[in-house]
């Protein structure tokens, strides 16, 4: 769409001044969609809204996309629906609105001053009461013909002492000029209720006067910037007589009206009665309508902007829409349509720039020879084929062959199978030769000798006379073999063939070469190994018994040495006191204690049968001795002889 956009740059609002920045329009060269005084209305244009986001002043034209594409994804991700509304612009700056004004509101500005208002009716009756003439009004109403009230004025009461009229000009709601809008196709009138307060209840029904309504102010005779037109209004009705004089004029016809009472549009507005569009009619590019549309002029286009130029040239060219020249049939090229180009038959077309030349699938100097394209071949300037990549034989191209690692393509689009892949004319099977096979033409694997399984040949065995070799290369013994190599006979089996049976029995084993041989060495094999075995197990079975009982012995010896060592110990170590039946006669020291271990053991055993000892104070009985005076007598007895009245030693453990 093409706008005047410079006309926007030269307005363009500082921010937060309130002013316009005067940008140089010089450079804009562009053909003007619009007459400059058509900004002083505005232009309405409707538009899609898609969002509205704040964001910094852009300084560049690519911050202004990048923010425009920001708040469209924005809002796109919300899924909210577009919204049509209207842009206003003009020179007072850009406005939107959801809702198409169609229709103005009002033509122009008014002014209505109040003069002098008389009242015969209150005026006596006042007077012969001897009060003040205290009226006012409520209200006072400024209307259009259709109940809108423009304007509302509420008097405050004021005293007026036997005054015959009253001037309004000093009254503080009226004293300076009333200022209203004019509507569109209405008249404006007045209406006033009159009181008198005579200083009881504030509009009490008493103190109602009269009504004084529809008086019209004549502002459809009256043309912008006249002088004051003067009026008086009389009223009759019920006692006595009243009047109202008052001025008006017009200020102003707001843009587009003009005429008595502002209610003609001016020059190049349109339509009558609205007057809201404006459309200078521009020499030999477009006229108005009634409607204030552009309508062009012959040869101009697009409708509604006339900004192409576009004649019609007989047998040439016409003109679209869009004002673009558009070729007759068999004229070119577009936009200038200047060499004729008629296909002689369906084998041959124009290029864009009127060339003859063959149609598609057809080649050759005359355009006879039909070739039609496919995905497996292409065409030349002779009409052959010529096969695509992958595709043979050349001039056919029906075959489908695509190189890879296993195989190359003949002419004829045959595989050629590479070193190592088989089958010929397939090339799927890998198959390298080693020292364990070879390849047959199918790819499959063929042992050599002493390699196992077939079609595998990963396993080695040679067969030997020990064993021989099954169809997956395990080891299978000879008879009478077992062992991981079959280099061990069966049980009972010896020799170096294994052929030798030999079982061992009663008096007899068997040697590595399988011969008997008995266990009694003095026995000859030949006779009866039994008897002299049996004779062998008694003596075996005497000597274990006769090692045993070493054996304990030993054991109970070492025992009574470990249990001398100890007491030996608690001698050198600790001090004892000799006890008697009664009492504790003296303490007796290591020292005092000597002696030799058996005779020591000796005692102890004697005097392990006395039964009287105890426990006495703080000391633990320990096992029994005697005193040295009774070292190496056995008999109980002897010792109560030889010691009177002396039972033991015990340790003093304090």
């Known amino acids: 769409m093409s706008l005047r956009w410079a006309r926007f740059r030269s307005r363009r609002l500082r921010r937060g001044t309130g002013k316009y920045e005067v940008v140089d329009d010089g450079d804009d060269v562009r053909l003007p969609l619009h007459n400059d005084d058509i900004f002083q209305h505005g232009i309405t244009f409707p538009v899609k809204f898609i969002g509205q986001q704040e964001v910094p002043r852009p300084s560049s034209r690519l911050e202004i996309i990048t923010s425009m594409r920001k708040i469209r994804y924005e809002y796109k991700m919300k899924r909210l629906k577009k919204q049509k509304v209207y842009v206003f612009i003009s020179q007072e700056g850009v406005k939107t609105s959801r809702r198409l004004n169609t229709k103005r509101k009002c033509r122009g ?34 209307e259009a013909d259709d109940g809108n009230v423009l304007r509302r004025i509420e008097i405050t009461s004021k005293r007026f002492w036997n005054v015959q009229s009253l001037n309004l000009t000093k009254i503080p709601e ?79 016809c707001d843009v587009g009206f003009t005429g008595a009472g502002c209610n003609s549009c001016a020059e190049n507005y349109y339509p009558a009665g609205q007057c809201i569009k404006f459309c200078e009619p521009e020499t030999n590019r477009y006229t108005c309508t009634s409607e204030g549309e552009i309508q062009c002029l012959e040869n101009y286009y697009p409708a509604g902007q006339c900004t192409k130029f576009c004649e019609p040239e007989a047998n040439r060219y016409t003109c679209s829409p869009e004002g673009e020249i558009r070729c007759l049939e068999n004229h070119y090229p577009a936009r200038q349509c200047t060499k004729v180009c008629k296909p002689q038959t369906s084998k041959h077309i124009c290029t ?52 890879n690692s296993s195989f190359t393509c003949n002419k004829k689009g045959q595989r050629i199978c590479k070193d190592h892949y088989y089958p010929p004319g397939n090339c799927t099977v890998f198959c390298e030769e080693t020292s364990s096979f070879s390849c047959d033409q199918q790819g499959q694997r063929l042992c050599k000798d002493d390699y196992y399984p077939h079609g595998d040949c990963t396993v080695f065995c040679t067969e030997t006379s020990t064993f021989t070799c099954s169809e997956k290369g395990l080891k299978v013994c000879a008879e009478r073999r ?29 040697s590595e070469k399988g011969d008997q041989i008995c266990m009694d060495k003095t026995a000859d094999p030949d006779k009866d190994c039994k008897k002299s075995y049996n004779n062998m197990i008694i003596g075996v079975t005497l000597g274990g018994i006769l090692l045993v009982l070493v054996i304990v012995l030993m054991i109970i010896k070492g025992v009574k040495k470990r ?78 002889d030889q010691v009177p009245g002396q039972l033991t030693l015990v340790p003093n453990l304090q």
């Open 174 to 252: 009226l004293k300076a000029p009333i200022t209203v809008d004019l509507p569109t196709d209405k008249d404006v009138h007045v209406d006033i209720s009159v009181w008198d307060y005579d200083g009881f209840v504030h509009k009490n029904e008493n103190d109602f006067v009269r009504n004084m309504t529809d008086m019209e102010i004549a502002f459809y005779e009256k043309y912008a910037g006249e002088d004051w037109t003067e009026t008086v209004f009389t009223n009759t009705d019920g006692d006595g007589e009243a009047s109202l004089t008052l001025k008006y004029k017009i200020l102003e």
């Open 563 to 640: 249990r001398r060592s100890r007491i030996l110990k608690d001698f050198e170590t600790n001090s004892y006191m000799v006890f008697t039946t009664s009492r504790a006669i003296d303490k007796v020291p290591p020292a005092a204690l000597q002696g030799d271990s058996e005779g020591i053991y000796a005692t102890l055993r004697t005097r392990r049968s006395v039964n009287d000892l105890v426990e006495i104070g703080d000391y633990e009985l320990v096992e029994p001795i005697v005193s040295q005076q009774s070292k190496g007598v056995d008999d109980e007895e002897a010792i109560c």
């Open 109 to 142: 500005q008014g002014q209505i001053q109040f003069v002098l208002y008389t009242d015969t009716k209150v005026m006596d009756r006042d007077q012969d009461m001897n009060m003040a003439s205290d009226f006012f009004f409520s209200p006072l109403k400024i």
């Open 482 to 510: 077992k062992g991981l190599d079959c280099e061990e006979c069966d049980s009972h089996y010896f020799g170096d063939s294994c052929s030798v049976f030999c079982k061992p029995r009663d008096g007899f084993y068997c």
């Open 352 to 403: 864009s720039d009127g060339e003859m030349q063959c149609a598609e699938d057809f080649y050759g100097e005359d355009c006879s020879k039909l070739c039609e394209k496919s995905d497996n071949y292409d065409c030349n300037q002779e009409g052959s084929k010529v096969c695509r990549k992958n595709f043979y034989p050349e001039g056919d191209c029906t075959v489908i062959c695509i190189e």
